[in-house]
Nanobody, 127 residues
Framework: QVQLVESGGGLVQAGGSLRLSCAASGRTFSSYSMGWFRQAPAKEREFVAVVSWSGGITTYADSVKGRFTISRDNAKNTVYLQMNSLKPEDTAVYYC????????????????????WGQGTQVTVSS
């Protein structure tokens, strides 16, 4: 079993920064690709970013490209999302997720590809 716990959310002004963390329990963390998704009220959960099991490949949603950076520290069983130049439209609950097995980057932009999910952390960006 894999358990994921997000942290680092909060209230920030537009233009500010936050770093989200996702701590994973499980012996095979390094075997999983790790993604971040977000969900605003009354909207579907949408892809934000993903990092491969090795950390060598990343991809981002167009809406966050150039502003957000995903990374992982397998020794700490943790994945991060550094969020810069935040906008009010970034306001959402942010979820981390883990996907096992061999997956393409395209597949990992789809929420159904993921096997495990955290409970989310709220990010609110004010004007």
């Amino acid at each position: 079993q894999v358990q994921l716990v997000e942290s680092g959310g909060g209230l920030v002004q537009a233009g500010g920064s936050l770093r989200l963390s996702c701590a994973a329990s499980g012996r095979t963390f390094s075997s999983y690709s790790m993604g971040w998704f977000r969900q605003a009220p009354a909207k579907e959960r949408e892809f934000v970013a993903v990092v491969s099991w090795s950390g060598g490949i990343t991809t981002y949603a167009d809406s966050v490209k150039g502003r957000f950076t995903i990374s992982r520290d397998n020794a700490k069983n943790t994945v991060y999302l550094q969020m810069n130049s935040l906008k009010p439209e970034d306001t959402a609950v942010y979820y981390c997720a883990a996907a096992g097995g061999l997956r393409t980057i395209v597949a990992l932009t789809i929420r159904h590809s993921y096997d495990y999910w955290g409970q989310g952390t709220q990010v609110t960006v004010s004007s």
